[in-house]
């Protein structure tokens, strides 16, 4: 396993030419070593457990450095406040097939408001459950007679981070029942299962060490509710799963394509998880 991390045979990763590329894989594989050596040390817990208590709940962004935090905090600062706007010009323009977001739901603030609390959640039409980006997205279809927006385009993240926007502050609130107690079994159970060439569950960082620092991050309790969020190492704004992704192409895991059920039901637990903390969306991260 370590012979494989320090020569990185089979790994998806792209060769770097660059006379800096031996230095900078060294330095990116001794982090995930030092992260596999406190995976193999701590013991790995009950998958039945329950998750981190209430009072213990921590906003990602309490993590982040306070330059970032500052910026996060400032809307004139914060970058994602670009596609909220941008998300709030779409939601009064009319789609080619018909009405308008605001021909039906009228004010965002009012119509809007804690509706991402909720979510991932069941919609009873499509029979499954979906995350705010796919209800969006059955509306547009429904209601709008419009072509579905690809998954994590800028048009999506704009009209997601707008309706989350109308939710930022308040706690999130998903419950679990009959209607989607298969999907979070599913999540929960993938969260606590090892993967990828690193061997390590979400839950070996994500509840066992959080609050530790992996050179330039701390790793945080890992909650879904800073997303869709702007991340200065993409240059850009980006959902939650592709934040999943990038924890899933550490892990050199396969990673699931957008809007995977397999995603989608990580998200549905990470909700259930992050019940009581308040949605911080657009967050700004590292
Ligand atoms: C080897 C450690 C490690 C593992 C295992 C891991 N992550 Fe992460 N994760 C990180 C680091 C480091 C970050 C960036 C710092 C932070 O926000 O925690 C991160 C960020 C996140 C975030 C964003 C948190 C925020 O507030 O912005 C979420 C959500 C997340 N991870 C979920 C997961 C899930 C789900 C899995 C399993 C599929 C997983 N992670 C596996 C290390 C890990
Ligand atoms: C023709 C009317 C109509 C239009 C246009 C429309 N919706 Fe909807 N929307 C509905 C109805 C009705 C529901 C609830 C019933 C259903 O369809 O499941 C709904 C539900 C929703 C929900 C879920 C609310 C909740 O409480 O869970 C969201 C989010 C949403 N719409 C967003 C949008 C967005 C964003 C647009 C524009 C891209 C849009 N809708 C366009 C009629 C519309």
Known sequence: MLSRLLYGAGTAYPVRHTPFASLKDWSFRCRWICV????????????????????????????????????????FANPGMLWVTRG???????????????????????????????????DTGAARVVNLSGRINLCRERNQAAQPLEQESQDLLALTAYVTYQSRGMPMNVTIDGHNAGDF???????????????????HCHDQNWGRTLLNDTISQGHGTGWPGYRLEWQTFGSLQRRLRACYSGLRAEMPPYDARELVELELFLAWRANGLPIESPGVRR
């Open 36 to 75: 596999v050596v406190i995976g193999m040390v701590a013991p790995m817990v009950n998958a039945m457990e329950p998750p981190i208590p209430q009072s213990a709940l921590k906003l990602g962004s309490e993590f982040a450095k306070p330059e970032i935090r500052a910026m996060q905090a400032d809307e």
């Open 88 to 122: 709030e010009r779409l939601w009064s323009e009319p789609a080619a097939g018909g009405k308008s977001c605001a021909g039906c739901h009228a004010d965002a603030a009012v119509s809007m408001k804690g509706v991402a609390t909720r979510y991932p959640r069941l």
């Open 185 to 203: 079994e599913r999540g929960r159970e993938r969260f606590y299962r090892r993967m990828g060439q690193m061997n390590l569950a979400c839950a």
